[in-house]
């Protein structure tokens, strides 16, 4: 007999949902993670609203210890050149602070609130769902097919219409159309372009932008959720979630290659030469690792090799974690509690693209878009603060203290002083994101959420319903659909189709 019924390959947080799922439903389960804590790029999250509901219920995440912080300010825009934009979790409160710069986009701002909302309902309705098999419909593909019909029908006429027309667009032109403020436009316009190598006039990111707020309440600002205790509280009661649901959760266990025979999936093999045996393995690691560092080239074959192999995985976004001796004085910001949530510094869609252009070039641009968060707010350590810093586009091996002097700068020019009440920087690359975490590319979201990797054509076509091509071999982390950030979404969907196969097999 097998030593497991599944084993999942790589204990970030797709893979402890996937696993506690798996458990819960009387599989033999263990999750083997190379690092010395299970969890993780949740360790070092910003903010973690996207966070599937139905995941927090179904493991019971509360019982096992996670309680999400939700500040009342999910955004705040700051701006050297004038007063910030604060972006509530109530529209029409945002929408009375938006008046003081713009008053036909202050009306606007409910109704594209709304408009996101209706949009993102339905794209949450095809993130829960398995895509369908292009090459062989089968029975569960048409019931599937049936559900999201559904779902389209219920948008109505001109929701439906607006939905195929607004997916493809650039979130610059998306928000263009409602909003006539340059600072208002890229401040929502980023958010399609957040961890991506796209800028806000790249074809996609209105997708982006709206599945951001697929499956939670972000509407057209976004969700902010920090986890009380830190990031890792949200790691610990997934790892109590999926131990008490009877997987067993191993640390310091590094996967080197997946075992097969005869066409299938026996176990896996530990770089300390480990063997461990089981019908099905579910890769929690990106798609690229997968498929040509753990699977047997043979095995693989050209073809699949060759298509894994060009599975976009750009890292363009890097984290700066600054000390803080003091809260930094953030020009014009005369409500403290704005700042509790995403503050960011977009200083207009022509900025932020001219960002992104530079990146394109092989440069960091001296105006990044950056996205902070001040955690010490919600929970005070001592008198210091510390503050996380998200920057794009940074290149993939760029030098870390010149990415943390023009982040530092940039912050200057919004919060004046702010260098002087630096302790300490870290600065993590991609090429360090990679290094810690195991990302190809150092791409956050395991494989780049463009048009052509997505629903499915994620991560390649023909492979998007979790199966990689050999019989019992799965994915189910942020490369696979429907995509990455802190959802829990692809460690669900897989564990549903694993658990399919499963009672097939008898
Ligand atoms: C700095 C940063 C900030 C972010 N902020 C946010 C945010 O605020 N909100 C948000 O929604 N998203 C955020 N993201 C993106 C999000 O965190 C990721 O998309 C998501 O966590 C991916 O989860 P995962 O479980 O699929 O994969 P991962 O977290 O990448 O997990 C994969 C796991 O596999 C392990 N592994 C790798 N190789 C091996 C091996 N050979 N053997 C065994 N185990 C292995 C890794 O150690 C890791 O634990 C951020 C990412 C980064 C890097």
Not at 7 to 17: K, P, Y
Not at 68 to 88: K, N, Q, Y
Not at 169 to 176: H, I, P, R, T
């Amino acid at each position: 007999m097998p030593d497991y019924d599944v084993i999942v390959a790589g204990g970030g947080h797709n893979g402890l949902v996937c696993a506690a799922y798996l458990a819960q439903a009387g599989r033999r389960v263990a999750v083997l993670e190379r690092r010395a804590q299970a969890g993780g790029i949740v360790e070092v999250l910003h903010t973690a609203g996207r966070l599937q509901a139905a995941v927090i219920d179904d493991l019971d995440l509360r019982a096992h210890g996670l309680e999400l912080i939700r500040p009342d300010a999910r955004m705040i825009a700051l701006r050297e050149d004038g007063p910030p934009l604060t972006f509530w979790s109530d529209a029409e409160r945002t929408a009375e602070g938006l008046r003081a710069v713009s008053a036909a986009d202050a009306d606007a701002y409910p109704r594209f609130d709304a408009h996101i909302r209706e949009l993102a309902g339905f794209v949450a309705e095809v993130q829960a769902s398995i895509p369908p098999r292009l090459d062989r419909a089968a029975i569960g593909d048409a019931a599937a097919g049936l559900r999201l019909a559904r779902a389209y029908r219920r948008l109505g006429a001109r929701a439906a219409r607006e939905l195929t027309r607004v997916l493809p667009m650039a979130a610059a032109d998306l928000v263009g159309e409602w909003f006539g403020h340059d600072a208002i436009r890229a401040a929502l316009a980023a958010r399609g372009t957040l961890f991506t190598a796209m800028g806000p006039w790249s074809a996609g990111t209105a997708l982006v932008l709206v599945a951001d707020s697929a499956g939670n309440d972000g509407g057209a600002a976004g969700q902010t959720a920090l986890p009380r205790g830190g990031p890792e509280a949200l790691a610990g009661a997934l790892v109590r979630a999926a131990r008490a649901a009877g997987a067993d959760v191993r640390t310091g266990a590094e996967v080197a290659r997946v075992i097969t025979r005869d066409g299938r999936v026996e176990g896996v093999e530990l770089a300390s030469g480990e063997q461990i045996s089981a019908p099905a393995v579910a890769c929690a690691v990106d798609p690229k690792t997968a498929l040509t560092r753990w699977l047997d080239p043979v095995v693989a074959g050209p073809r699949l090799r060759w298509r894994a192999g060009n599975i976009r995985t750009p890292g363009a976004t890097a984290r700066i974690d600054l000390a803080l001796s003091g809260l930094p004085a953030f020009a014009r910001v005369a409500d403290g509690t704005a700042l509790s949530g995403r503050s960011v510094v977009a200083p207009g869609i022509d900025a932020v693209e001219q960002a992104f252009d530079a990146w394109k070039y092989g440069g960091m641009s001296d105006r990044p878009y950056l996205e902070a968060t001040i955690p010490t707010l919600a929970e005070p350590d001592g008198d210091g603060h510390r503050m996380t810093v998200l920057a794009q586009w940074v290149p993939y091996a760029a030098d870390p203290d010149e990415v943390g002097t023009k982040v530092l700068a940039a912050l200057e020019r919004v919060a004046p002083g702010i260098g002087g009440l630096v302790t300490s920087t870290t600065v993590r690359t991609p090429a360090a994101i990679e290094r810690e975490y195991g990302l190809s590319g150092g791409h956050l979201y395991h494989a780049e959420p463009g048009l052509d990797q997505f629903f499915a054509w994620r991560p390649v076509i023909g492979l998007a319903r979790h199966r990689l091509g050999l019989r019992g071999l799965y994915l189910c982390g942020a490369g696979a659909h429907p995509g990455g950030g802190i959802t829990g979404g692809p460690g669900r969907n897989a564990a549903r189709e694993i658990l399919r196969d499963l009672r097939r097999a008898g």
